[in-house]
């Protein structure tokens, strides 16, 4: 079995939480208000990739897990990234609004944010990069397409592997098929009998930006979604015994792609 310490699982959306200075530009005068913090606060980190952190958490593996919700910064986003959907987003992805009507981010204050938080969590994944023979991006994805998002409304599978595209793989391209089979048996126990069966390369997303981005010569990445329904309830409740299954699928998962990676 390869050395899991030549892997590298990175998470960047795990964290509901938001510096106070963000906090404060998405409430104004409710910055003090425990009720209407703690609502915010629940509705970004159910936004984000809630529990990832758990899910592909992998004793022996290298691991860079952000701090703050992707609400601050998206740091699965290129810092020069202006879209909507972009590196700093104005709302959720309902496109339900998280700043008050008449706020403004400066030019000054965006690029501040960014170097708080894009920059330190960037460097960090430069330096373990260093040392990985593969990079994987832990995330999780909406049952089906939110209206901030290029399938709204389209169902999606349990399991997503982003590796590139045919131009530009991020993961070997011949390997494509063996990854997806080993996700597809390691995860089975989870996601047979739900509504979710189906491992899939390229659907919805075929790239992640920071595989894109740390891909290289001798290391390669990929990401992986996993469909919140299989471990979220309707009112957004977790059950932990569905995080475990999925935590121990990734646990069988991870050293065959490392292998497959390596050749």
Same mark, same amino acid.
């Given at each position: 079995m390869p050395e899991l310490n030549r892997l590298l699982v990175v998470t960047p959306h795990p964290s509901g939480a938001l510096p106070?200075?963000?906090?404060?530009?998405?409430?104004?005068?409710?910055?003090l208000n425990a009720e209407a913090r703690d609502a915010l606060l629940r509705r970004v980190f159910l936004d984000g990739d809630p529990y990832t952190d758990l899910i592909f958490h992998l004793p022996g593996a290298r691991s860079v897990q952000a701090a703050w919700s992707r609400f601050a910064v998206d740091l699965n986003r290129e810092r020069d990234d202006r879209d909507e959907n972009g590196v700093i987003k104005r709302g959720t992805f309902d496109r339900q609004?998280?700043?008050?009507?008449?706020?403004?981010?400066?030019?000054?204050?965006?690029?501040?944010?960014?170097r708080r938080y894009w920059d330190p969590f =960037?460097?960090?994944?430069?330096?373990?990069?260093?040392?990985?023979?593969?990079?994987?991006? &832990? =995330?999780?994805?909406?049952p089906s397409g939110p209206a901030l998002s290029h399938d709204t409304? $389209?169902?999606?599978? &349990?399991?997503?592997?982003?590796?590139? $595209?045919?131009?530009?793989?991020t993961f070997p391209r011949a390997a494509w098929e063996a990854l /997806?089979?080993? &996700?597809?048996?390691?995860?089975?126990?989870?996601?047979?009998?739900? %509504?979710?069966?189906?491992?899939?390369?390229?659907?919805?997303?075929?790239?992640?930006?920071?595989?894109?981005?740390?891909?290289?010569? &001798?290391?390669?990445?990929?990401?992986?979604?996993?469909?919140?329904?299989?471990?979220?309830?309707?009112?957004?409740? %977790? /059950? =932990?015994?569905?995080? /475990?299954?999925?935590?121990?699928?990734?646990?069988?998962?991870?050293?065959?792609?490392?292998?497959?990676?390596?050749?």
């Open positions: 106070v200075e963000v906090l404060s530009d998405m409430l104004g005068p409710d910055l609004p998280l700043y008050p009507p008449e706020f403004t981010l400066s030019e000054a204050a965006r690029e501040t944010r960014l =960037h460097a960090l994944v430069t330096q373990e990069a260093q040392e990985a023979d593969l990079l994987i991006v &832990g =995330h999780c994805m909406a409304g $389209t169902p999606r599978p &349990g399991l997503c592997l982003m590796t590139g $595209t045919d131009d530009a793989p /997806r089979a080993a &996700g597809a048996d390691a995860f089975a126990p989870v996601l047979a009998s739900t %509504p979710y069966p189906d491992v899939q390369v390229g659907v919805p997303w075929q790239t992640d930006t920071i595989s894109a981005a740390y891909a290289a010569p &001798g290391r390669a990445a990929f990401g992986i979604e996993v469909n919140s329904g299989l471990y979220l309830n309707a009112d957004g409740t %977790p /059950r =932990h015994d569905v995080i /475990r299954a999925l935590n121990e699928a990734f646990a069988r998962f991870a050293p065959q792609a490392l292998a497959l990676a390596r050749g």
